[in-house]
């Protein structure tokens, strides 16, 4: 977790000083460490879906730790974090990059909420200071083929050693949380056309772990190149295709120009993930989710900014993102023929 993400205004004592104490309880049963003890819990900004903690800890061989908690009413809130605790570890065995686990629940009781504590990692998740800052010019070079090989090694998990399901159809799915939404949007309608009039043969062999949101924001990146892959919980069992796709979907790039996360070509990043995994890639799918992954972006605005203005969770930064859906729109419009 980033240490130069700052802590929220509105942050109660009280609250934090009951969170250190369940946590002290929890973590000292976790570790089999009775001289632990959680001295300090600091909220830090950013996170559409969950919230993010900065763990201070003593009487343990580490002094700080992250946490996070799901948020109230976020599209994560059936997700398991146990189940994202056990994928974190079958991801740690093939050397995919991840925070190490420390302890997991989803006993709401606990902290409020369903969680997961895992150990600190220093690196920048904001995206503007990746891509633009000195400090990061040689991370930057080696970014895509980073990328490139930590996919390799999610979409290599074996379905056995996880939880996950399959995810259903595509469009159908994304079509029905579109309209349950109630909102009209003639770019996304046309945009749901073309995904059904081009639809590629979906991962033909054995389903695959799929991340779900691997993007910048979601990646903890040093001066060294990629750190870590955060924030699992979106993943599922599907076409490792989807991953690629949304990984170049032009609000990941965030006002760059290159097509994979601001800092690469599309040739470079399938190459790379060709060389890492052994596994050809379909083209004409990866760009089929890029669309995909254009509307689905588009629909998740439109539901986030409902999440704050139904009152599930009163926030600014969702009200805010509610405001990038006519963005989507023309991105899509310039992706279609």
Request: aromatic share 8%; net charge negative; charged share 25%.
């Amino acid at each position: 977790m980033t240490s130069s993400t700052s802590p929220t205004p509105n942050e109660v004592k009280g609250s934090m000083t009951d969170l250190a104490g369940t946590l002290t309880r929890c973590l000292k049963d976790a570790l089999d460490a009775p001289d632990l003890d959680v001295t300090g819990v600091r909220r830090l900004s950013g996170g559409a879906s969950r919230e993010t903690f900065e763990v201070t800890l003593s009487g343990w061989s580490a002094s700080r730790a992250a946490m996070q908690r799901v948020r109230p009413g976020a599209l994560s809130a059936s997700f398991s974090m146990e189940r994202e605790a056990g994928l974190l570890r079958a991801a740690s065995r093939l050397a995919v990059p991840v925070p190490p686990v420390i302890a997991a629940s989803d006993d709401p009781d606990i902290a409020g909420a369903p969680f997961v504590v895992s150990g600190w990692i220093e690196g920048e998740t904001i995206a503007r200071r990746i891509l633009r800052d000195e400090p990061f010019a040689r991370a930057r070079e080696r970014f895509v083929g980073d990328a490139a090989r930590a996919l390799a090694g999610i979409h290599a998990i074996p379905p056995g050693d996880t939880a996950l399901e399959a995810q259903g159809d595509p469009v159908d799915g994304l079509r029905a949380l579109f309209d349950s939404l109630g909102e009209a949007h003639p770019a996304f309608e046309l945009g749901f056309r073309w995904l059904d009039q081009h639809r590629p043969p979906f991962n033909a062999g054995e389903p695959t772990v799929v991340h779900g949101d691997f993007r910048l924001g979601n990646l903890m990146v040093g001066q060294d190149g990629l750190r870590a892959v955060l924030d699992w919980e979106l993943a599922h069992l599907g076409d490792p295709m989807e991953d690629l796709g949304w990984f170049c979907v032009k609000a990941w790039r965030f006002g760059a120009s290159p097509p994979v996360a601001g800092l690469g070509e599309r040739d470079e990043l399938f190459d790379a993930y060709e060389a890492a995994s052994g596994r050809p890639v379909d083209r004409a799918a990866a760009r089929w989710w890029e669309v995909h992954g254009t509307i689905r972006w588009g629909v998740i605005c439109i539901l986030q900014a409902q999440t704050h203005l139904r009152g599930a969770a009163r926030s600014v930064e969702l009200a805010a993102i509610g405001r990038r859906v006519c963005e989507t729109e023309y991105d899509l419009l310039e992706l279609l023929p």
